[in-house]
């Protein structure tokens, strides 16, 4: 691809279009199918695994979320994507099996969320809060992120959910 060609497919990422024509790309050079081409309808939440994650504030008090697990690649891509509405006590999970880069953004997202990251004891390391709806923005962890949790944006002021807060859950790594 030529320069020019990449800052046209930049421009129409942020249109919306780079999708359809990078699908078109390959397609025409051969490296997918037309069966692959075509996008695959989100799976319904209520296919995902479910569990409760429990937050521990400093001040003791003990909150329980019930959580959709994003446990496998598609389901982490999708994660709350489509999703209307979301309950003050509901939310997605995203393990990984180890510490690793991770980078979040709202694509297709329609709800505010907050996103807490956890490290590998538990800890709530970082916290993003009220990210942007539908925004491509990327949203960057910190180093030592073993997990995501995606709450309704807000919920960690309303219920004082802080950075040092641990995280319990039979579903964290």
Known sequence: MRLADARTI???????????????LALLAGTVTPRAVRAAAPEPLSAFPHSVLAIRTAA???????IWIANTPQ???????????LAAHDGMLFPFPQEQPVVMWMKNTYVPLDMLFVDAHGRIAAITR????LSRDLIYAPAGTRAV????????????IRVGDHALSNALP
Not at 130 to 133: G, Y
Request: net charge positive; charged share 25%; glycine share 14%.
């Open 130 to 133: 009220r990210a942007q709806p």
């Open 75 to 85: 389901r982490a891509e999708q994660g709350l994507m489509f999703v209307r509405d």
């Open 10 to 24: 930049r421009a129409r990422t942020r249109a919306g279009l780079a999708g359809p024509i990078l699908a078109l």
């Open 149 to 160: 949790v995606e709450l309704q944006g807000g919920v960690c002021d309303r219920l004082g």
């Open 60 to 66: 003791g008090q003990v909150i329980d979320f019930r």
